[in-house]
């Protein structure tokens, strides 16, 4: 059984730092994972924030987080972390992890923009004050 569970969440001040990791028990990794992070506020559709593909390292930023965020993968110890600087009030979301197998880049990118992954955590909520 697959289970994703995240866990750094928590209250920052305006321009702040906050690292959210996501512990994947029980899916085994492969060189054709695709592996996501989204964020979705109260009333809103949940959104995509980065995404990685195994096979070739190549990450997708979405424009907001562009050069504030960093995805990446530790296949060693199961995590998928999201290194967050800069923080602006309007990053504020619960944050989910989300991984699925695809054949390539390119499939990693259309499932990650359809929001098509088969594991999710329960999400960890990330709140940016002014």
């Known amino acids: 059984r697959v289970e994703l569970a995240e866990s750094g969440g928590g209250s920052v001040q305006d321009g702040g730092s906050l690292r959210l990791s996501c512990l994947v028990s029980g899916f085994p990794w492969s060189n054709f994972d695709c592996v996501a992070w989204f964020r979705q506020t109260p009333g809103q559709e949940r959104e995509g924030v980065a995404a990685t593909y195994s096979g070739n390292g190549n990450t997708t930023y979405m424009d907001p987080v562009r050069g504030r965020f960093t995805i990446s993968v530790d296949n060693a110890k199961d995590t998928v972390l999201l290194q967050m600087t800069s923080l602006k009030p309007e990053d504020t979301a619960k944050y989910y992890c989300?991984?699925?197998?695809?054949?390539?880049?390119?499939?990693?990118?259309?499932?990650?923009?359809?929001?098509?992954?088969?594991?999710w955590g329960q999400g960890t909520q990330v709140t940016v004050s002014s």
């Open positions: 989300a991984v699925t197998r695809t054949s390539a880049h390119d499939v990693c990118y259309n499932y990650f923009l359809k929001k098509d992954f088969d594991y």
